[in-house]
């Protein structure tokens, strides 16, 4: 059995050779060797480094991936950058290994650098070689999400073309929106992407009217989204599931969009459209179907156990007004926006008892009791409020109060 190798000290005297075959002979070696070597090997940097800069030497691009190696272990990942892009095609993005990942992901760091920075110079045809190469691998292994990843640092927005011709896959393009609004802060480049998405969303099989819509309402562009909403409308009178897309497309825009977005969107409506699904579109636009669909689900699934207020309610003298708010609170917070006003109803005679502020925060919990319905809320609420012609100082509060418990999105 041949003994374990201790050292290269032999095969590093051939690099000082005059025979090309016996320096590129070394040069084979030592780039398997490198990986047990490399502390020996940083004492023969310099030659190594005069091969790769005489451009007559044939073997000069291994002598540069020899080098990039050594930094690698030195930890020197800059050099070891440089000398990577010198080796050409003798660096192997492909292979799976801790130096070319290292070195991979170094070089991915400046590129996206110097893609985010105009004054950068030009990028070598070397660099991006490395970048393109390692995109094709991802896309090859399937790393999807990695790949967008670099393409939306680097601006890369063909990449996300590439990827989306490849997989027709919408669930990617969601993942991209989501980046898009969570990471990405460059108006410009946000806007670029965005009109992108629009694009590629409308290009499926089955366009995603929502997700489009989500792209325009953070482009702020209204208009494309009217005319959406009425070319689904005049489908609806042949096709029952444009309507109710764009019945649900009016209710994502009411979740997501401004009040001013809205206002546009519902006047292009209204100028052209005057038929039942348009209608009904309308009004989700106005906000009035969530408030009475929100409103509906929490007052079928309260489950609030009045019980407890009762028990706390005779545990307490109610002539104390902190006390009393106390109560008076609790039962507004257990039955916010359900209309649920059963406990105050069964209690009339404890709910006299409040006095100044504590009848004032009583009137309050009503409120948040019927939040988000202005118009019944105000007609329970009329005996207790300020007359019109009340003192300027009691207006004040009154709106104060209305803005927060009658608020119009009960949320």
């Not at 009154?398 to 949320?411: A, K, T």
Request: net charge negative.
């Amino acid at each position: 059995m041949a003994a374990a190798l201790t050292s290269v000290a032999g095969v590093t005297a051939l690099l000082d050779e005059h025979d090309i075959k016996l320096q590129a002979y070394a040069l084979q070696k030592l780039n398997t060797l490198v990986d047990r070597f490399w502390t020996e090997l940083a004492d023969s940097l310099t030659r190594l480094e005069e091969l790769y800069e005489d451009e007559t030497f044939p073997e000069r691009h291994l002598a540069a991936l020899v080098v990039s190696k050594i930094y690698f272990y030195l930890g020197e990942f800059d050099d070891a950058l440089t000398f990577a892009l010198g080796a050409e095609a003798l660096f192997d993005v492909n292979q799976r290994s801790e130096y070319v990942e290292t070195v991979v992901s170094k070089a991915i760091d400046q590129y996206v650098v110097q893609r985010n920075t105009p004054e950068s110079p030009p990028l070598s045809p070397r660099f991006t070689s490395i970048i393109d190469k390692m995109i094709a691998r991802c896309i090859e292994s399937e790393e999807y999400h990695q790949v967008l990843g670099i393409a939306l640092e680097s601006r890369r927005l063909d990449v996300i073309e590439q990827v989306f011709k490849t997989t027709q896959d919408k669930a990617l393009l969601s993942y991209v929106l989501e980046m898009v609004i969570r990471v990405l802060n460059v108006p410009e480049v946000r806007r670029q992407v965005l009109q992108l998405l629009v694009q590629l969303f409308q290009s499926l099989d089955e366009p995603d009217y929502f997700s489009t819509a989500q792209c325009y309402v953070y482009l702020n562009e209204p208009q494309p989204v009217s005319e959406m909403l009425r070319s689904l409308v005049r489908c609806a009178a042949k096709d029952e599931h444009a309507a109710l897309v764009a019945y649900q497309t009016a209710f994502d825009l009411v979740e997501g969009a401004t009040q001013e977005f809205l206002h546009h969107v519902r006047a292009d409506i209204e100028k052209v459209s005057e038929d039942a699904v348009s209608k009904q579109v309308m009004s989700i636009l106005s906000g009035k179907e969530s408030i009475n669909l929100y409103r509906d689900f929490l007052h079928n699934e309260n489950h609030a156990d009045l019980t407890i207020l009762k028990t706390t309610k005779d545990a307490l003298d109610a002539h104390y007004s902190a006390h009393h708010s106390a109560v008076s609170l609790s039962n507004a917070f257990m039955n916010a926006g359900t209309g649920s006003d059963k406990f105050l109803r069964e209690n009339l005679d404890w709910l006299a008892k409040a006095s100044n502020w504590s009848k004032f925060t009583a009137t309050s919990a009503l409120g948040v009791l019927h939040r988000g319905t202005i118009d019944e809320g105000l007609n329970l609420l009329r005996p207790y409020l300020p007359p019109e012609n009340g003192s300027p100082c009691q207006q004040r509060v009154f709106g104060r109060w209305q803005s927060v418990c009658l608020g119009p999105h009960p949320h």
